[in-house]
Nanobody, 120 residues
Framework: VQLQASGGGLVQAGGSLTLSCAAS????????MRWYRQAPGTQRELVAS???????NYVDSVKGRFSISRDNAKNTVYLQMNSLKPEDTANYYC???????????????WGQGTQVTVSS
C-alpha cells in the first residue's frame, strides 16, 4: 500500500485547511487510519484516528477544531482543520493499518508528510 498525502499549506491563524491521504495498491483492506504531526525538535504526535467502522479519537489540543473522516470507496482519509493556531504548525503524516489479502497478514504504512504552517 502506498499513501499520498496532500492539502498542506500556509494559512493565517483562525483559518482552515483540509488534508487528504489516498491509499493505493492491490488486494488490501484498510483498518484504522490516523493523522500524526511533527514539529521541528519534537516527537511525532498522534492527532486523530478513525477505525473502519468510523469511531474517532482526537488529541485534546485539537478537539472541537479538527475532524477526521474517511471515504472507504476512495480509500482516502481526510483531516478537516478549523480555527488553526500557530501551534498547529507541523509536518502532518497519514498512517494506516491494513490487511493484505494475498499474504493474509496485517501491515502498517506511512505517507510522506505534508507541511502545515499557521501564521499569527
Amino acid at each position: 500500500v502506498q499513501l499520498q498525502a496532500s492539502g498542506g499549506g500556509l494559512v493565517q491563524a483562525g483559518g482552515s485547511l483540509t488534508l487528504s491521504c489516498a491509499a493505493s495498491g492491490s488486494a488490501f483492506r484498510l483498518n484504522t487510519m490516523r493523522w500524526y504531526r511533527q514539529a521541528p525538535g519534537t516527537q511525532r504526535e498522534l492527532v486523530a484516528s478513525i477505525t473502519e467502522s468510523g469511531t474517532t479519537n482526537y488529541v485534546d489540543s485539537v478537539k472541537g477544531r479538527f475532524s477526521i473522516s474517511r471515504d472507504n470507496a476512495k480509500n482516502t482519509v481526510y483531516l478537516q482543520m478549523n480555527s488553526l493556531k500557530p501551534e498547529d504548525t507541523a509536518n502532518y503524516y497519514c498512517n494506516v493499518d491494513y490487511y493484505d489479502v494475498i499474504s493474509r497478514a496485517f501491515f502498517g504504512a506511512w505517507g510522506q508528510g505534508t507541511q502545515v504552517t499557521v501564521s499569527s
